[in-house]
């Protein structure tokens, strides 16, 4: 008998080909008309093979449409049907969509539904979800164990879930100041793969060492000691672990903590205070030895502030500041220079202008000190040509 035209309307539609369909409408972006295919599979009783593969898929369309809850009902749909691939990577999906809104419940299932659907493949991925929720219940012993099962690895190509598994709780473990653990972590995440973020979590490992052999040098060199005994650690020793100590922990943020170690190495005795000054002033410019103040000194009014500014580490904000002031007082000046015509008046109040702008700083203070003081050497008389408070007493 020969087929005719409605015969074909009972031909089992190729789900496999209507699956390939709807992955293609949806990498070119046609992502209504690849939920339409999708779910043309998923109600039409398909295999579970492809009825899987396609709720997997309409999951991801209908996410990246906005449409959260029905992704999430379309990953139930693929998860039901406990295909080893398809399922598992459709609780993966809906764990990583209910921890990315906060619902940590949720997400804590989908990851051990995961586990239970045995595919080895993510099972690291599924430890490492599951150890982060532990850490958000305060949970350590639990998270601990999740930790270490995420670090072992599963099936051949998890290389990449086990180093992202390393790399989060070596990060948590430095944050809770428990870096020998961390370097355990990191080793185990590079004998799976070398990574570069791991490489990196490594070097700071060995900053935290670091900054721990050297607190231990100044804790040692404050030890008391009798009066008539030598220092327990020489001075240039000393003032070394100050300096590397203070530079370690303003790298790591700690800009109080440095400017502590600083003003403690400061505290020392004269013989330490002095090496520790002369590593705190370490290319700072040097005054004009023919600028002397009565007495000798040498006028470097503006050297406590860079002095501050390198112990609280806060250089670049002074830098700033004197770039500010010193781009708005040159703009001041040059707008009426600028001009094809200018009144005297006008030159005069960009001129008053200018010269108080330092004054919005708090080294401004100590700039018109000094220029009264410059003025009253070059006029030289014994008493300020200039009135107290200048420029704002005037």
Request: charged share 25%; hydrophobic share 45%; glycine share 8%.
């Amino acid at each position: 008998m020969t087929a005719t035209h409605d015969d074909h309307a009972f031909d089992a539609p190729d789900f496999a080909s209507l699956c390939d369909q709807a992955r293609d409408l949806a990498e070119s972006g046609h992502l209504t008309r690849a939920a339409q295919v999708y779910e043309q599979v998923v109600d039409a009783g398909a295999p579970e093979r492809y009825r899987a593969q396609a709720a997997l898929g309409l999951a991801v369309v209908r996410h990246d449409m906005g449409e959260i809850d029905a992704a999430r009902r379309a990953d139930l749909l693929a998860v039901e049907t406990a295909h080893p691939e398809y399922a598992a990577r459709a609780a993966y999906h809906l764990a990583v969509s209910y921890e990315s809104t906060g619902e940590l419940g949720h997400a804590e299932e989908a990851w051990s539904r995961v586990l239970d659907l045995g595919n080895e493949r993510y099972t690291p991925a599924a430890h490492h979800g599951l150890a982060r929720m532990a850490e958000e219940q305060a949970a350590p012993g639990r998270a601990r164990e999740h930790w270490q099962q995420a670090l072992a690895g599963g099936a051949a190509g998890t290389e990449a879930a086990v180093t992202a598994a390393a790399r989060d709780y070596a990060e948590r473990l430095l944050a809770r100041g428990e870096s020998a653990t961390a370097e355990e972590v990191i080793q185990q995440g590079l004998a799976a793969r070398d990574d570069a973020g791991l490489r990196l979590l490594l070097g700071a490992v060995h900053v935290e060492h670091a900054i721990g052999a050297f607190s231990s040098v100044v804790a040692e060199a404050n030890a008391e000691t009798e009066p008539e005994s030598q220092p327990a650690v020489p001075a240039a020793t000393t003032a070394t672990a100050v300096e590397l100590l203070a530079r370690l922990l303003a790298v790591r943020g700690d800009a109080t903590g440095a400017a502590e170690v600083w003003e403690g190495g400061l505290d020392q005795p004269a013989e330490v205070a002095a090496e520790v000054r002369a590593r705190l002033r370490r290319g700072f410019l040097q005054p004009d030895p023919e600028e002397v103040v009565e007495g000798g000194e040498e006028q470097s009014w503006w050297e406590p502030y860079v002095e501050a500014a390198v112990l609280q580490d806060s250089a670049p904000m002074l830098t700033g500041e004197l770039f500010v002031a010193l781009s708005r007082m040159y703009a001041t000046l040059a707008a009426p220079l600028a001009a094809e015509e200018y009144r005297s008046g006008q030159l005069r109040e960009a001129l008053e202008e200018a010269v108080l702008l330092p004054g919005q700083y708090v080294w401004g203070r100590d700039l018109y000190d000094d220029f009264r003081d410059r003025l009253r050497r070059a006029a030289g008389s014994a008493t300020h040509v200039l009135p107290e408070g200048w420029p704002y007493a005037r």
